[in-house]
């Protein structure tokens, strides 16, 4: 029919279809049947989502693809960054008909700069997805929120708006869509069988700082492109350096710890082992075995750590945690005023037993629950109401006593039991010393945390003699006087200013129970508090009218008041609410990389209610105006980990540093990506210090 169409119409419709064919080629967003959707542009980033198919088909997966365009000399990250930076994350929450999205990582380039490791992606990436849409065959709106951290001689933070559509229908591969994602799907490391690479074992070498050795073979032989990735939620590792084997299908990589609690404590810990070799590359989850220690045995490396337990439990006698037990120290020495040598040195001894077991038994019940696979942490105990009670029931007890409110009187045959009626023999010097070391437990000192994050990284065995070790240094002192009983000699002899000095013991351990109290209205409600309060008072009263009402009714009033303080945090639990300041922000691990990656500073400070040491920190450095003002300038973000209340983030986030226990205080910033780790005393300079050195240049590059 168009043969018989005169010359003018029919070179008019063949314009009309050029015209249109050049409209669909110059149309933004390619052809309009193209498996793409719009770019989402960040001046140095753009991205977009890329489908194989422009259509959903009868499929239950859609292949897909997060295509990632970076400007000439800017980069962005893997899932595990390395040493600084942070990964692409998507919220996929705006779509419709998606059940769930899959994402998968292509291996990533080694970047090396400052003795920085860090890992990415250079110019471009497409990170390959598995859409599952929930009703399979029906239209899928897939919309996404990206955040993203490119990086050149700084680190920019981006967060672009995503989008694709897919229609219902039958469905059409789109051949450039689809092999671009298959490209980068290519890439994404698979298990050995499939790549020829494999993991044959990883071990740790200890020593300072330590090693990883990881033993890989290959179907090929290794090129010079190799390298190893060890992710760890704990350690940090830093290029490794290859031994090949004569065949050069075997090769041993050592990778030096950069990071992290001891080597030591390694053994038995879970990686992922990437491994590239040009287009290939492997993931393999291990577990890290013993290596041969250069030069050292078992006891040999346990040794340094017994002495580093003793210093710890020494300085722990001069912690706050422990002055509200130096007056009950105090009065159990003065009683040994003019008694023989051999009783000195009994009762001496019989605290410092009592001061050992006790520590003793508290590392058994430690390396029981993590036997059970509990999280553990020293002074934890004092994030249970039930322990804030009857500390402080026992502490009002103790106060009653010395403020003569009653005297105490064992039954004849426990006292004779226990060396003497009013039970300041070797019974009471023992139970005196087991007290001490309980209420001690808040406070962490220097050398204390390295020990018990050695010991809790071990077996029973190393944790009993490490505690053991804490336990003669915390008794060193009464140690001394059971040597030299002679010492006791120096004190003033009593008299009636001892009795001036026992009610002013009591209002110091009145006072400690007052503080308690006020943890426990910190861990549940100020009602709770105040209710454990008069139940407490109602028991110091029973003990005062014991000889008016009688002992059976004077025993069941205490039975009740002591039930009712125990009772009381369960009834009248409350959320714990805080006072927001604008210093402190909220504790965000997952935010300190982005932070950093901006150039800003963040100090974190882990702190509890119940730990003394955090209050003097706070009190005589972190609120001084010198400190405070540094922590207000501008690009200095101060965070602030509450652990009054058990956190399993906060357990976590001290379990990467190998402590567990608190003060801890850990300085980021652009000059200290990893973070500077300060002592458990603070002083002004330290802080100030850790500042200026983690602020460096207030830029950073990870590249």
Request: charged content about 15%; glycine content about 10%; proline content about 7%.
């Amino acid at each position: 029919m168009a043969r018989n169409l005169p010359l003018g119409r029919r070179i008019q419709g063949c314009a009309r279809l050029l015209l249109g064919a050049i409209a669909i080629i110059a149309w933004p967003g390619g052809s309009p049947w193209a498996a793409t959707g719009p770019w989402a542009s960040g001046e140095t980033v753009r991205t977009r989502l890329l489908t194989a198919t422009d259509a959903t088909g009868q499929d239950s997966d859609i292949h897909a693809g997060l295509q990632v365009s970076l400007n000439e000399g800017w980069d962005t990250y893997w899932r595990s960054p390395g040493d600084a930076g942070a990964p692409p994350t998507v919220d996929w929450s705006g779509s419709a008909n998606v059940a769930s999205v899959d994402w998968r990582w292509p291996a990533p380039t080694r970047f090396t700069l400052f003795g920085l490791e860090t890992f990415g992606y250079l110019h471009e990436v497409v990170f390959p997805l598995t859409v599952h849409p929930e009703r399979p065959g029906e239209p899928v709106a897939l919309r996404g929120k990206l955040d993203i951290l490119v990086c050149s001689t700084i680190c920019v933070p981006k967060s672009l708006d995503l989008s694709r559509d897919l229609p219902a229908g039958a469905a059409t591969a789109d051949p450039e869509a689809a092999n671009l994602i298959a490209r980068y799907e290519a890439r994404v490391p698979v298990d050995g069988p499939r790549s020829g690479l494999f993991v044959d074992g990883v071990e740790v070498e200890p020593g300072n700082p330590g090693s990883l050795k990881v033993r890989i073979s290959s179907r090929d032989p290794l090129s010079t492109r190799a390298d190893v990735i060890v992710e760890s939620p704990r350690w940090s590792f830093g290029k490794p350096v290859f031994s090949l084997g004569a065949d050069g299908r075997t090769a041993t990589a050592t990778l030096p710890l950069t990071a992290g609690p001891e080597a030591v404590t390694m053994p038995g810990a879970d990686v992922t082992v990437t491994l590239e070799d040009g287009p290939r590359a492997s993931e393999t989850a291990a577990s890290v075995k013993a290596g041969a220690a250069r030069g050292q045995g078992r006891l040999d490396g346990l040794l340094p750590f017994l002495g580093v337990a003793f210093l710890g439990g020494l300085i722990l006698n001069l912690m706050p945690c422990v002055l509200p037990v130096l007056g009950l120290k105090l009065m159990a020495v003065l009683r040994h005023q003019g008694r023989a040598r051999r009783q000195i040195r009994l009762g001496f001894l019989a605290t410092a037993a009592g001061v050992v077991a006790s520590m003793l038994a508290v590392g058994a019940v430690l390396a029981g629950l993590k036997a059970a696979g509990l999280a553990v942490g020293w002074g934890m105990q004092f994030q249970q109401p039930v322990f804030l009670v009857l500390m402080a029931g026992t502490l009002v007890v103790f106060a009653a006593n010395l403020a003569d409110l009653y005297e105490f009187a064992l039954p004849p045959r426990l006292a004779t039991a226990l060396g003497e009626a009013d039970g300041d023999g070797v019974g009471g010097g023992f139970l005196a010393g087991a007290f001490t070391t309980v209420l001690a437990t808040p406070c962490s000192a220097p050398f204390v945390g390295t020990a018990i994050a050695f010991a809790l990284a071990r077996g029973t065995g190393e944790i009993l003699t490490i505690f053991g070790a804490l336990g003669i240094g915390l008794a060193a002192p009464h140690f001394l006087v059971a040597a030299v009983p002679g010492l006791v000699r120096l004190l003033p002899r009593p008299g009636r200013w001892m009795l001036a000095l026992r009610r002013m013991l009591a209002t110091a351990l009145a006072g400690t129970a007052l503080w308690l109290l006020i943890v426990l209205a910190a861990q549940t409600s100020w009602q709770a508090a105040a209710s454990a309060a008069v139940a407490l008072a109602v028991l110091a009263a029973a003990l005062a009218l014991r000889a008016q009402i009688g002992a059976i009714a004077a025993a069941a009033m205490a039975a009740v008041a002591l039930l009712g303080a125990v009772a009381a945090p369960a009834v009248l639990r409350a959320p714990l609410l805080r006072t927001a300041t604008t210093t402190w922000a909220p504790f965000d691990e997952a935010g300190i990389r982005k932070l950093v990656a901006e150039g800003k500073t963040v100090f974190v400070d882990v702190t509890a209610e119940w730990c003394v040491n955090c209050k003097a920190n706070e009190v005589l450095v972190l609120g001084r105006s010198e400190v405070a003002s540094a922590l207000r300038e501008p690009g200095v973000v101060a965070m602030r980990a509450d652990w009054t209340r058990p956190d399993q983030r906060i357990t976590d986030y001290l379990g990467r540093y190998s402590r567990f226990g608190i003060p801890f205080n850990a300085v980021y910033g652009p000059g200290a990506p990893r973070g500077i780790v300060l002592s458990e005393v603070l002083t002004r300079d330290a802080v100030l210090d850790a500042l200026r050195r983690a602020r460096g240049n207030g830029k950073v590059s990870f590249r």
